[in-house]
């Protein structure tokens, strides 16, 4: 079993930055891809970014492109999400989750373990 605790989410004005974290526990997650998604008000959860096993191959939703990027920390057993530029769209509870591969992987299927989410809210 892994455990995932996301932190880092709060209220900021459009144009500001957040810095989201996922740290892992139970097991290591050095071997799977790790990715992030988000959920506004309604039942959609959607895909953010995703990163492999190494950090060497991210992927990203449109919505975060140039914007956003996906790190990891393996060491700590850690990913980041660093949040630029943000919008009133990108208001939304984030969560991380783990691939059941090595791969960043985009569909929600694709993962196994799911944080509890933080909540990120941009004001206009």
């Known amino acids: 079993q892994v455990q995932l605790i996301e932190s880092g989410g709060g209220l900021v004005q459009a144009g500001g930055s957040l810095r989201l974290s996922c740290a892992a526990s139970g097991r290591t997650i050095s071997r799977y891809g790790m990715g992030w998604f988000r959920q506004a008000p309604g039942p959609e959860r959607d895909f953010v970014a995703a990163?492999?096993?190494?950090?060497?191959?991210?992927v990203y939703a449109d919505s975060a492109k140039g914007r956003f990027t996906i790190s990891r920390d393996n060491a700590k057993n850690t990913v980041y999400l660093q949040m630029n530029s943000l919008k009133p769209e990108d208001t939304a509870v984030y969560y991380c989750?783990?691939?059941?591969?090595?791969?960043?992987?985009?569909?929600?299927?694709?993962?196994?373990?799911w944080g509890q989410g933080t909540q990120v809210t941009v004001s206009s």
């Open positions: 989750a783990v691939a059941q591969t090595p791969w960043g992987l985009t569909r929600i299927k694709d993962y196994d373990y």
């Open positions: 990163i492999n096993w190494s950090g060497g191959s991210t």
